[in-house]
């Protein structure tokens, strides 16, 4: 033993070097046979997994240009970390910005900007913004809501976000006077913390939740009773990422407090299903808002991404002729959003935020409504420019997500969904939270906020306007490559697909002719 001891203190280190590459050689070639490349190229071959594996950082940092990453540019994160950290966010010598390319949003200023006298509260603080409309006043609901911010935080889930993340938002919301929309996650401690709250739920009903995995009405009344702090009520009818999808909660986020608070087994991962049991047709999801309203006495609304048109227009006409329905409508983007979704449906499932909320608004105003409903835009619209162009367009307040997440860390690694989010924010890892100084974060999401309204506030002001829900269409104009000049596939490829025949899943799934492994063995 003492002989074999000193041999191996006798290796230099670079012989031990050698030794090891030699081990990671002889594993390569005679030992895995997953891998094409390692066993091809033994100890060469691991370097191309290497690079792979850190290719979108070096992209990020070195190789992209400043308005060239996707979903968020260079240019458009360093603006909202500039803003919430309260720097210099101002560009010198004139824009990078091609200006002729195609949705490029021109804002028209009118030659006499408009004149802030001493009295107006906008001269005073520069960031009060409250909402024009009030949430569930047509409906004489029995706790209107006016938002006190025209820009507030989306639906992110705790289990989705770690626990510092939603508490940073929420006391930064409080700070800066907006709201907190608690995503479908249920409502935990860390939204709690005096920020007015929008609670959200979709088809997991998670905080009011049945024992079996329906709507608890029970369960609802008492959770507003105890959080008065609660102030509109939001059912989630699909969103940007995946519509017509159900959720999905990877197992490894689901920690004992997350498992509690959604009603859910510790480890296991959870798929909210893409359909509702609590209503099943447009007239009872009419009803389903109504009983809520009823019995809490909040504005109800919905969420949803824009596709098929013939059911907003059956929710339009309920509305027009019973006078009741949705207080507010949030319309979200097929551009996406911290939700995580297979690509096929990220990519192509739901139309982009600016042809889907132009639908819908000119379908409620055909109607009549849009005086009565509250319209929230969601979809990467946290820009002051963006913001002239969406208020123009229809839209009451503005709900952001990823830029939320941006100011209070977030620096677009883009694996939030594997709970390895190195800025702490997407994540369960006690270790990668600690990183997160709440009442640091929570000041940036409340500058973030106040910067947003000041220069969104000043745009209003340079169009002649004393408030951005003055902005018109015509205010805006765009390089055009607009929704109204596409075609549809049939008049594109100039025929009609022929009807498939079907009569229902089970029908395929007893088929004699059906291939794979499972379908071969008896159940």
């Given at each position: 033993?003492?002989?074999?001891?000193?041999?191996?203190?006798?290796?230099?280190?670079?012989?031990?070097?050698?030794?090891?590459?030699?081990?990671?050689?002889?594993?390569?070639?005679?030992?895995?046979?997953?891998?094409?490349?390692?066993?091809?190229?033994?100890?060469?071959g691991?370097?191309?997994?290497?690079?792979?594996?850190?290719?979108p950082?070096?992209?990020?940092?070195?190789?992209?240009?400043?308005?060239?990453?996707?979903?968020?540019?260079?240019?458009?994160?360093g603006?909202?970390?500039?803003?919430?950290?309260?720097?210099?966010n101002?560009?010198?010598f004139?824009?990078?910005?091609?200006?002729?390319a195609?949705?490029?949003?021109?804002?028209?200023?009118?030659?006499?900007?408009?004149?802030?006298?001493?009295?107006?509260?906008s001269?005073?603080?520069?960031?009060?913004?409250?909402?024009?409309?009030?949430?569930?006043?047509?409906?004489?609901?029995?706790?209107?809501?006016?938002?006190?911010?025209?820009?507030?935080?989306?639906?992110?889930?705790?289990?989705?976000?770690?626990?510092?993340?939603?508490?940073?938002?929420?006391?930064?919301?409080?700070i800066?006077?907006?709201?907190?929309?608690?995503?479908?996650?249920?409502?935990?401690?860390?939204?709690?913390?005096?920020?007015?709250?929008?609670?959200?739920?979709?088809?997991?009903?998670?905080?009011?939740?049945?024992?079996?995995?329906?709507?608890?009405?029970?369960?609802?009344?008492k959770?507003?009773?105890?959080?008065?702090?609660?102030?509109?009520?939001?059912?989630?009818?699909?969103q940007?990422?995946?519509p017509?999808?159900?959720?999905?909660?990877?197992?490894?986020?689901?920690?004992?407090e997350i498992a509690?608070?959604?009603?859910?087994?510790?480890?296991?991962?959870?798929?909210?299903?893409?359909?509702h049991?609590?209503?099943?047709?447009?007239?009872?999801?009419?009803?389903?808002?109504?009983?809520?309203?009823?019995?809490?006495?909040?504005?109800?609304?919905?969420?949803?991404?824009?596709?098929?048109?013939?059911?907003?227009?059956?929710?339009?006409q309920?509305?027009?002729?019973?006078?009741?329905?949705?207080?507010?409508?949030a319309?979200d983007?097929?551009?996406?959003?911290?939700?995580?979704?297979?690509?096929?449906f990220?990519?192509?499932?739901?139309?982009?935020?600016?042809?889907?909320?132009?639908?819908?608004?000119?379908?409620?105003?055909?109607?009549?409504?849009?005086?009565?409903?509250?319209?929230?835009?969601?979809?990467?619209l946290?820009?002051?420019?963006?913001?002239?162009?969406?208020?123009?367009?229809?839209?009451?307040?503005?709900?952001?997500?990823?830029?939320?997440?941006?100011?209070?860390?977030?620096?677009?690694?883009?694996?939030?969904?594997?709970?390895?989010?190195?800025?702490?924010?997407?994540?369960?890892?006690?270790?990668?939270?600690?990183?997160?100084?709440?009442?640091?974060?929570?000041?940036?999401?409340?500058?973030?906020?106040?910067?947003?309204?000041?220069?969104?506030?000043?745009?209003?002001?340079?169009a002649?306007?004393?408030?951005?829900?003055?902005?018109?269409?015509?205010?805006?104009?765009?390089?055009?490559?607009?929704?109204?000049?596409?075609?549809?596939?049939?008049?594109?490829?100039?025929?009609?697909?022929?009807?498939v025949?079907?009569?229902?899943?089970?029908?395929?799934?007893?088929?004699?002719?059906?291939?794979?492994?499972?379908?071969?063995k008896?159940?």
């Amino acid at each position: 033993m003492d002989s074999i001891l000193e041999f191996l203190s006798n290796i230099q280190w670079w012989q031990w070097i050698i030794i090891g590459i030699i081990i990671v050689a002889i594993r390569d070639i005679f030992f895995q046979r997953r891998h094409t490349i390692s066993h091809n190229f033994p100890v060469v071959g691991h370097l191309r997994y290497l690079l792979e594996s850190i290719g979108p950082e070096m992209r990020q940092y070195f190789v992209a240009n400043n308005r060239e990453e996707l979903p968020f540019n260079r240019i458009e994160r360093g603006w909202i970390y500039a803003s919430a950290k309260k720097e210099n966010n101002y560009e010198g010598f004139g824009t990078d910005r091609d200006i002729y390319a195609h949705q490029h949003i021109f804002i028209n200023n009118a030659m006499m900007p408009y004149k802030v006298e001493d009295n107006n509260p906008s001269a005073k603080d520069k960031s009060f913004v409250p909402c024009a409309k009030v949430m569930g006043a047509f409906n004489k609901r029995k706790r209107p809501y006016r938002p006190a911010s025209i820009i507030n935080v989306s639906a992110m889930s705790f289990g989705s976000l770690s626990a510092k993340a939603i508490e940073s938002l929420n006391k930064g919301v409080k700070i800066a006077d907006a709201y907190h929309n608690t995503g479908e996650g249920g409502l935990s401690p860390y939204h709690s913390n005096g920020g007015d709250v929008v609670f959200h739920f979709g088809t997991g009903y998670f905080g009011v939740r049945a024992k079996d995995g329906g709507f608890s009405m029970e369960k609802m009344k008492k959770l507003v009773e105890d959080n008065p702090f609660i102030r509109a009520i939001e059912v989630k009818l699909s969103q940007g990422a995946k519509p017509g999808k159900g959720g999905v909660l990877p197992g490894k986020k689901i920690t004992k407090e997350i498992a509690e608070i959604r009603g859910v087994v510790v480890g296991k991962t959870v798929l909210s299903p893409p359909n509702h049991k609590a209503f099943s047709s447009v007239p009872e999801l009419v009803d389903f808002i109504e009983d809520i309203a009823k019995e809490t006495g909040l504005p109800v609304g919905i969420k949803a991404a824009i596709g098929k048109l013939d059911q907003w227009e059956e929710l339009a006409q309920i509305m027009a002729k019973e006078n009741r329905g949705p207080d507010f409508i949030a319309i979200d983007g097929g551009e996406g959003g911290t939700g995580a979704a297979p690509p096929s449906f990220a990519d192509h499932v739901s139309l982009p935020w600016i042809y889907g909320f132009s639908d819908v608004y000119k379908l409620f105003q055909k109607h009549d409504l849009t005086e009565r409903v509250v319209f929230i835009g969601s979809g990467k619209l946290g820009f002051p420019a963006k913001a002239a162009m969406a208020f123009a367009m229809g839209v009451d307040c503005i709900n952001v997500a990823r830029e939320a997440m941006m100011s209070i860390g977030c620096i677009q690694a883009q694996i939030c969904h594997t709970n390895r989010c190195p800025a702490g924010v997407a994540t369960q890892s006690k270790w990668l939270q600690n990183g997160i100084n709440v009442p640091l974060k929570s000041e940036r999401l409340a500058q973030y906020f106040k910067t947003f309204k000041k220069e969104v506030m000043e745009i209003t002001h340079a169009a002649g306007y004393e408030h951005p829900c003055q902005f018109n269409m015509n205010d805006i104009e765009m390089n055009v490559d607009d929704h109204n000049l596409t075609k549809n596939f049939d008049q594109t490829f100039r025929y009609q697909k022929t009807p498939v025949a079907f009569s229902g899943m089970q029908d395929l799934k007893i088929c004699k002719f059906l291939g794979g492994v499972k379908a071969n063995k008896s159940d």
